[in-house]
């Protein structure tokens, strides 16, 4: 085992401590009977390092009895009997003995300190080494929740995927005749614009205006394809600066057949000169439709007048909120509170997955989406998006 200190090896039985002690005041009471020593300070210097020596191997147990030893021996070779003891030799053997036993009472204490220490140091290696393999287990278990969290945003795109596509595929119709209308108005043009040439003096300021408006129903035909196939596309979530507001004007577009389908008058009270915000359009353009169909279908059967009020504001706490309202069926007390679980629905048909992943998707956003009844009828849902320093850069 490796020592820190190299004289700090096991301490002996007491046994052998004791057996030292005897040995080693036998040794320096014999060096001090040499007669080659002739040094004054020789008995005292020997018989501290026999009590030293002692109690360094032994503990304190053979260092007293070293001690005891070697002021006997003292005493009874380098001093007069105690009755004809000169005054002079009195303090001469008391500082002897105290100096024994301090010295092995202060080499006791030391060996000890050296083993706490000792054992501490090899404590602190150990707790090193646990706290080393325990980050070595949360760097492994990090990176592995890293990879489930990648698998499990990955699974979320998925699904949303799966629920724009079905969504989609529910109103096909609306969208084929919202499609329609702007190429069958381009087709009207176009026989306008023939008709203008045809004649014996054609009119050509008739006709460019004809060929215009062909033009413009072709455009728009175009936009309302290219955002459909945007939200059919599959994909990592893009994020970019966009505005909020053209996100709302491109929804209620879009969905412009189902809300004239079933006589509802939508209504836009947007608030001007919102910031950008760093979102991924196509997730945002996602839970808009899922919130303005929940308000188409919650109007669909009720009678009187039929309202979808979409507004959008800026918050004092640094939030763009935008709420949709209806003033359909509105919903029980008792549901108000699942409506964002997973496969809860109030639909014949629904699948119950629009509302939870409209959450997910702004809370991934760092924002919230919650739920409002109007007075005296309908349902409000409201979300809001931070507005973050990089989305004003």
Known sequence: MHLSNPLLWPKLPQIWGHGIAVFSVAMALFLTQLPELHLEAAPLSLFVFAVMLTAWVGGLAPGLLATCLSILAFYYYFLAPMH?????EIPRFISFAVSLLFVG??????????????????????VVQDL???????????????????????????????SRVTTMGEFTASLAHEVNQPIAAAVTNANTCLRWLSRDSPDLEE????????????????????????LFQKGAPKRALI???????????LLRSETVRYNISVGADLAFDLPRLLADRVQLQQVMMNLMLNGIDAMKNVDGSRELIITSRRSADHHLVLSVNDNGVGLPPDQADQIFKAFFTTKPHGTGMGLSISRSIIESHGGRLWFGNNSPRG??????LPIRAEAHE
């Open 84 to 88: 004809s003891l000169a005054a002079n």
């Open 105 to 126: 009472l202060l080499t006791s204490a030391q060996r000890n300190a050296t083993e706490s220490l000792k054992r501490a140091h090899d404590h602190l290696q150990g």
């Open 132 to 162: 080393q393999r325990t980050n070595e287990a949360l760097q492994a278990e990090s990176s592995e929740r890293k990879r489930a969290e990648e698998k499990l945003q990955q699974a979320q795109a998925d699904l949303a995927h799966v």
């Open 207 to 230: 006709a460019r205006a004809a060929a215009m408006r062909i033009v413009n129903d072709g455009t728009r035909a175009a936009e309302i394809i290219s955002r459909v196939r945007l």
């Open 243 to 253: 505005d909020l507001n053209e996100v709302v004007r491109e929804m209620i577009v």
């Open 379 to 384: 349902a409000s849902f409201y979300m809001a």
